[in-house]
């Protein structure tokens, strides 16, 4: 009997220590599960840490790149950017598109006077120039320009022209009496402008026409600008986009002086001139070369030449994809032609919104 009840006890510690040893590993396993998470939040901390690290790192590194963009571009116009026209044109825009909107542009009233200014390193840093125009064609008197300077063609930008119609904040269209703007810029929204009775009145530019428009806050009348100019003088949009010709692109060439052109090894357009003497197939043999060499004569302009009878020199934009092309056609046009002179090697301009 008193064997039995041994036994008894001994089985009841033995359960209660099971049960006790049960415990101990629900408790440690437990503290184990709490540990895991713990550490598996530590490593999401450690994780979004290092996340966070790169990411700050990476927008350091942008930031870096872009104040280095800034100056960069801050050198190389220091001194400013000599345009045609009032602030808010189109050769700003075009500045704009190729050296980037922080840019200083010096306002010239003429061509002449942006050719002078820009080959002046005590006045600027260089110029920007309208060349040519898909509707209207080359502006002639801008290539005797260039010819007589001693600037260098150092890029391009290829402007898609937007005219609109700018009026004071708060104007609408049955306010409007008067439309000022460029004759050219009158004449190429003329579809549109002939939609209302307004008087059209011609002005000396377009951007001026806004200017005073912001100057004078007139509520009768309206101007046709650039998208520029109305974000300068603070006017609205009443009418974007509302010249008929929706492919009119204006192609500007950007220039510096020699000792300011650096060589670009990413070029793959020149700009050329040379003479041919007055015999028959001279022309030709010159062109001929010129597509031999396996070069794309994408512009051939002829001017007369001062003080000759009728003889001509020719304006070459030359597309090529390797420098030894046009080194090798270079090389032999001048024993074909008189007179070559390279304006500048410089990469090739895509089109951009004006």
């Not at 120039?129 to 260098?152: C, D, H, V």
């Not at 290829?158 to 009158?186: C, F, G, T, W």
């Not at 020149?270 to 060499?293: D, P, R």
Request: proline share 2%.
């Amino acid at each position: 009997m008193r064997d039995k009840k041994k036994e008894g006890a001994r089985k009841k510690k033995q359960e209660t220590r099971n049960k006790e040893q049960g415990r101990r590993s629900r408790r440690q396993e437990t503290r184990s599960k709490k540990q895991e998470t713990r550490n598996k939040e530590q490593e999401t901390g450690d994780r979004r840490q290092g996340t966070r690290k790169i990411r700050n790192k990476k927008m350091m590194g942008k930031e870096k790149n872009k104040q280095e963009a800034r100056e960069q571009v801050s050198k190389l116009t220091a001194g400013g950017i000599a345009i045609q026209g009032y602030e808010g044109s189109f050769h700003q825009v075009a500045a704009r598109s190729f050296f980037g909107k922080q840019v200083e542009v010096i306002p010239c009233a003429n061509f002449r006077d942006l050719i002078q200014i820009a080959g002046d390193a005590q006045q600027s840093a260089g110029g920007i120039m309208a060349i040519e125009n898909s509707i209207a064609g080359s502006i002639l008197p801008n290539y005797n320009l260039l010819q007589k300077s001693r600037l260098k063609v150092v890029g391009e930008v290829y402007l898609s022209i937007s005219q609109n119609l700018l009026v004071n904040p708060a104007v609408k269209l049955e306010d409007i009496r008067e439309v000022h703007s460029h004759p050219m810029a009158i004449l190429q929204c003329l579809d549109y402008l002939e939609k209302y009775p307004w008087k059209l009145v011609e002005t000396e530019d377009t951007a001026l026409s806004a200017k005073l428009l912001h100057q004078h806050r007139s509520k009768h009348t309206a101007a046709i600008a650039s998208k520029l100019a109305a974000e300068l003088f603070k006017l609205d949009i009443i009418g974007p986009d509302i010249h008929t010709m929706k492919n009119n692109v204006t192609r500007f060439l950007v220039l510096k002086r020699s000792a300011d052109a650096k060589e670009d090894a990413k070029a793959n357009k020149a700009s050329v001139y040379f003479q041919t003497n007055h015999a028959k197939g001279a022309l030709s043999q010159a062109l001929t070369t010129i597509a031999a060499g396996g070069i794309n004569l994408s512009k051939l302009q002829s001017m007369p030449i001062p003080g000759s009878h009728f003889k001509y020199g020719f304006y070459a934009d030359m597309e090529f994809e390797q420098r030894k092309q046009l080194e090798q056609v270079l090389a032999s046009l001048s024993t074909l032609t008189n007179n070559v002179k390279i304006f500048g090697i410089y990469q090739r301009g895509k089109i951009v919104k004006g």
